[in-house]
């Protein structure tokens, strides 16, 4: 009987789980650890934001995996062991023939003083709420929406944010009294993707009136004078904050020697094997150098599809089959415009010099794909 030990039970970790499940004998132990007993679909979070989504639309219980024969264990991870392939996670110390990292980042806004104060990270389901709360009551003033440190999932959110919260605020009829403007501490939108999407993203921000500041590396929020404070601006006040929390690799993976404190977990690009044997990390954890000098982007496209092929590399594996499965890059991202209208971006980010990568016309086909790929990830798996 094999055993397989995923942490972190997100996009890649249940990806990875429910293709082990279908590949193994029903013998072969499938375990995921998760510190939440709910899984969160993290796209559904602007819909949340916005007041399209429920609270309750946007997650599921775990515990249901274990009608599919996955074992769950509820917890946080203490204690990650590669060279013996173990997890602790309470009193229990479990090892495995194969360990697969998928805990993704860590949010941290205390990295940034004084942002912690405000609730509006729209990156978590009550930060994603309270927006929608102050949203709904915002008839004038000012709206940011921050980038405070790089790196940050889904490179493409805080400008779809940005998009649907001028959407809710024409449709309430309110626009004309409430600017909207996007901080950034990156160059551009989306530049991994190449510079004709980072200025596709820059046109539409343009066209809908929404100011972008690219280059500003936020230094402090003062959250009860509502300010924001630049090094390079004396400050930028505010009436509504959304924001992006600063990143960080999970503690405990850079205290089991597989990551820098202030980096993430090296794999190899093709098989996300780290320099471990039998020891895979996937997703957010990862940082994963292209040719172009950036890394792979942190996006549940490829948290998914590298899951996906570190279950086919194991289940090679366990069974003895050849060859083993490779990842090639590949993905795709849809970016929500507001007004029930969405862009697309499909391409190969490991081709060389640089990703090639094509965005496609905006439409409301694209909206409607984006509905029906979040309808698709419940109907799955729930
Ligand atoms: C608002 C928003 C919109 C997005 N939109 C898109 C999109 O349209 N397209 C796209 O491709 N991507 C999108 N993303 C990004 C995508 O959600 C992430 O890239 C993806 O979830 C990464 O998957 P993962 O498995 O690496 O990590 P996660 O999905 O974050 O899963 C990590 C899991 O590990 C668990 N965990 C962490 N630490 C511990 C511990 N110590 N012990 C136990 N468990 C632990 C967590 O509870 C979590 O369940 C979006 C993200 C956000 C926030």
């Known amino acids: 009987m094999a055993r397989v030990l995923i942490a972190g039970a997100g996009v890649g970790g249940l990806a990875a789980a429910h293709r082990l499940r279908r590949q193994l004998a029903t013998s072969d132990e499938i375990v995921v650890f998760d510190q939440s007993p709910m899984h969160t679909f993290w796209p559904s979070l602007l819909w949340l934001m916005t007041g399209t989504r429920h609270s309750d639309q946007v997650q599921r219980p775990l515990a249901a995996l274990r009608e599919q024969n996955i074992t769950v264990v509820r917890g946080p991870i203490t204690a990650i062991e590669p060279t013996s392939k173990a ?8 090892t495995g023939d194969a360990l697969i990292i998928a805990l993704g980042a860590d949010l941290v806004p205390s990295l940034v003083p004084g942002l912690a104060d405000e609730p509006g990270n729209f990156y978590t389901v009550s930060g994603a709420q309270a927006v929608w709360e102050q949203l709904q009551t915002m008839d004038q003033g000012r709206v940011v929406v921050l980038i405070s440190r790089i790196p940050f999932k889904c490179p493409a959110a805080p400008y779809e944010a940005a998009m649907l919260i001028d959407g809710v605020l024409r449709k309430r009829r309110h626009r004309n009294r409430v600017t909207v403007e996007v901080w950034a501490s990156e160059p551009a939108p989306m530049a991994v993707a190449g510079s004709a999407v980072s200025q596709a993203v820059v046109d539409v921000l343009t066209e809908r009136n929404i100011a972008y500041h690219p280059r500003h590396v936020v230094s402090e929020v ?23 929390p600063p990143h960080r690799v999970p503690a405990v993976v850079a205290e089991a020697g597989l990551a820098p404190s202030d980096g993430w977990v090296a794999v190899d690009p093709h098989t996300l094997e780290t320099r471990f044997p039998d020891v895979f990390a ?20 490829f948290a998914h599809r590298e899951g996906e092929v570190v279950a ?51 439409g409301r086909h694209w909206h409607a794909g984006k509905v029906a790929f979040e309808r698709h990830w419940w109907a799955q798996w729930w």
Do not use: Q
Request: net charge negative; hydrophobic share 40%.
């Open 87 to 94: 997890v602790v996670s309470g009193d229990a110390r479990w």
């Open 222 to 244: 003062d959250a009860s004078a509502r300010v924001l404070r630049f090094p390079e601006e004396t400050a930028v006040a505010y009436d509504l904050l959304a924001y992006v």
């Open 282 to 301: 996937i997703g957010d954890v990862t940082g994963i150098p292209l040719a172009l000098g950036k890394p792979l982007p942190k996006a549940g496209v």
């Open 312 to 362: 086919d590399i194991i289940a090679h594996r366990i069974t003895g089959r050849e060859p083993e499965p490779t990842f090639d890059g590949a993905g795709e991202c849809f970016i929500e415009m507001g007004r029930g209208i969405a862009g697309f971006a499909r391409g190969n980010f490991y081709a060389e010099p640089t990703p090639s990568v094509r965005a496609y016309k905006p």
